[in-house]
């Protein structure tokens, strides 16, 4: 297993890039403060990744956004500041606790007109948003339970039009991905992901190193606008 991964450089230039132009706002920071005194697990996008998410919705045009994982809406808030006025970021989440840290936190960073949290297990939600002709949205975010990845990305995919972007959070795993005989539950689901996203004849795929603690992978896809 590879393990040459500069960890210190990797953290400076993340440190350097994000005091360019990442810096969170006072919004993000409290809201960050906020989720972890009331004991949510510190497992939010980077101030960076955030800032690409907010990016890449713009680049999209993006009107209408799905994130299926909201957590303390740290990602949420990224994405819903790239909407325009009469855009919506839709962010589903099983835990009714996140859910509610997250309602605080997008009303207090002045984005609460445009988000809606749907709390239940994304699965049942996404098959629901199928059944009930929801789509299509823009720009799809998935950052949930990895060992359901895949299904997720099926929903998604269900939800999209030609050219909608779809990304994913968590697919390098520290280079864990690169392990045949890896049993580790999460490390199996990011690695069906990629497989998954690298057979698929309707999207075009690319992962992208991350840096956090550790290197973590974002995959970028767009569907395919050909038949
Ligand atoms: N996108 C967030 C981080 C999400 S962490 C950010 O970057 O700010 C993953 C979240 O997914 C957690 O809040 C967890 O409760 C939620 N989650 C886990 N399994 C889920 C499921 N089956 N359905 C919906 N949400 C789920
Ligand atoms: C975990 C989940 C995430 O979405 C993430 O970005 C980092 C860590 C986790 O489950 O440990
Ligand atoms: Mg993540």
Same mark, same amino acid.
């Given at each position: 297993?590879?393990?040459?991964?500069?960890?210190?450089?990797?953290?400076?230039?993340?440190?350097?890039?994000?005091?360019?132009?990442?810096?969170?706002?006072?919004?993000?920071?409290?809201?960050?403060?906020?989720?972890?005194?009331?004991?949510?697990?510190?497992?939010?996008?980077?101030?960076?990744?955030?800032?690409?998410?907010?990016?890449?919705?713009?680049?999209?045009?993006?009107?209408?956004?799905?994130?299926?994982?909201?957590?303390?809406?740290?990602?949420?808030?990224?994405?819903?500041?790239?909407?325009?006025?009469?855009?919506?970021?839709?962010?589903?989440?099983?835990?009714?606790?996140?859910?509610?840290?997250?309602?605080?936190?997008?009303? +207090?960073?002045?984005?609460? /007109?445009? &988000? %809606?949290?749907?709390?239940?297990? =994304?699965?049942?939600?996404?098959? @629901?948003?199928?059944?009930?002709?929801?789509?299509?949205?823009?720009?799809?975010?998935?950052?949930?339970?990895?060992?359901?990845?895949?299904?997720?990305?099926?929903?998604?995919?269900?939800?999209s039009?030609p050219?909608s972007?779809?990304?994913?959070?968590?697919?390098?795993?520290?280079? +864990?991905?690169?392990?045949? /005989?890896? &049993? %580790?539950?999460?490390?199996?689901? =990011?690695?069906?992901?990629?497989? @998954?996203?690298?057979?698929?004849?309707?999207?075009?795929?690319?992962?992208?190193?991350?840096?956090?603690?550790?290197?973590?992978?974002?995959?970028?896809?767009i569907v395919k606008?050909?038949?």
């Amino acid at each position: 297993m590879p393990d040459s991964f500069d960890q210190t450089l990797a953290h400076q230039i993340d440190q350097y890039i994000e005091q360019l132009f990442s810096q969170p706002d006072a919004a993000l920071v409290q809201g960050l403060q906020d989720a972890q005194a009331d004991g949510l697990p510190s497992i939010n996008v980077s101030a960076n990744e955030g800032k690409l998410l907010y990016l890449i919705a713009q680049m999209c045009g993006a009107k209408r956004i799905l994130e299926i994982g909201t957590l303390g809406g740290f990602s949420g808030t990224w994405f819903a500041r790239a909407l325009p006025a009469d855009g919506k970021l839709i962010t589903l989440e099983v835990d009714p606790k996140h859910a509610q840290i997250a309602r605080k936190n997008f009303d +207090r960073a002045g984005v609460g /007109n445009k &988000t %809606e949290i749907r709390i239940g297990h =994304a699965l049942d939600t996404l098959k @629901a948003m199928v059944e009930h002709g929801e789509g299509p949205f823009d720009l799809f975010f998935i950052d949930a339970d990895k060992d359901a990845y895949v299904e997720y990305l099926n929903l998604c995919v269900q939800l999209s039009h030609p050219g909608s972007v779809i990304l994913a959070d968590n697919l390098i795993r520290n280079g +864990r991905v690169l392990q045949a /005989n890896s &049993t %580790e539950v999460k490390v199996l689901g =990011a690695q069906a992901y990629n497989n @998954a996203l690298a057979a698929h004849p309707h999207l075009d795929s690319l992962i992208l190193p991350i840096i956090r603690d550790y290197l973590d992978g974002l995959s970028i896809s767009i569907v395919k606008r050909e038949a």
